[in-house]
């Protein structure tokens, strides 16, 4: 019972839900609801509905404060993690990688390729996270707080949002060309959804062994998730970027911050 209260209420779906609304409330005012319109069954619809499920399934393996399964043998195993939240991220892409339309591929491929750079850096920001589990010690925390800064300048890019987002220059519509309307719109809350996802991830995982009281954790997990969306949302004015620019940032900035924090974390653990 505890296991179906943590995949479909919290931290599984319904939470995977709520943050998803939240993101695209406080990052995303510009996107507009429509109202209600009729699904077209395709395969498109049915992998966003898996991406969704498969994020919400991912949000249920993190240790998260209060957990109503904290000792179910999949919570917090890096490996299974990133296997669920890669497949949430890629399982949409499919259609437009296979698709007959060049610009559609076009836009699926740069899509694939910015995300991957960008969740490099915030599986590596992750799984060091997960690896440091309670070593909290003064000398530990520049090293967390590198990881968890380098995780967060590479998420935009890792999740598509802000100017790393879809470039619709030559094609509006991107990797949603040909859609129903429906679909469409369930295709875009999904991929809200895998932002929100990632970026609770990345918080939870950086913080949930924090010394403290487990609700006050997750209040300070929910306050950071807030004022990285407020953040996020400085961006949507900005151009944007080209695909070698955004590579560009993943692997010259935020990548080597990562690793910087990763040498600080070892020699430090050698004392």
Request: glycine letters at 8%; one cysteine or more.
């Amino acid at each position: 019972m505890n296991i179906l209260f943590a995949l479909f209420l919290y931290p599984g779906l319904l939470l995977a839900l709520v943050l998803a609304a939240l993101f695209r409330m406080v990052a995303e005012p510009h996107v507009k609801q429509r109202g209600a319109s009729r699904f077209a069954f395709s395969g498109a619809l049915l992998l966003g509905v898996a991406s969704i499920a498969l994020m919400a399934f991912g949000l249920a393996l993190l240790p998260w404060p209060l957990h109503p399964a904290p000792n179910w043998p999949w919570v917090g195993r890096l490996a299974l993690l990133w296997v669920v939240i890669e497949g949430a991220f890629l399982l949409p892409l499919l259609p437009g990688l296979r698709s007959a339309a060049p610009l559609v591929v076009r836009a699926a491929s740069r899509e694939v390729q910015l995300g991957v750079a960008g969740r490099v850096v915030v599986w590596l920001a992750i799984g060091l996270a997960l690896a440091q589990g309670g070593a909290w010690a003064l000398m530990n925390l520049p090293g967390r707080a590198g990881l968890l800064l380098a995780g967060l300048l590479a998420l935009p890019a890792a999740a598509g949002v802000g100017p790393f987002g879809a470039e619709r220059s030559l094609n509006m519509t991107g990797t949603e060309q040909g859609l129903d309307d429906a679909t469409a719109r369930l295709l875009r809350f999904a991929r809200t959804t895998r932002a929100a996802g990632l970026l609770a991830a990345l918080i939870v995982a950086s913080l949930h062994t924090v010394p403290t009281q487990p609700l006050f954790a997750l209040l300070i997990m929910l306050a950071l998730f807030v004022v990285v969306l407020l953040l996020l949302r400085q961006t949507l004015a900005l151009p944007r970027l080209t695909l070698p620019g955004a590579l560009r940032w993943c692997w010259w900035r935020a990548l080597p911050l990562a690793v910087v924090a990763l040498v600080y974390l070892s020699v430090v653990g050698m004392r």
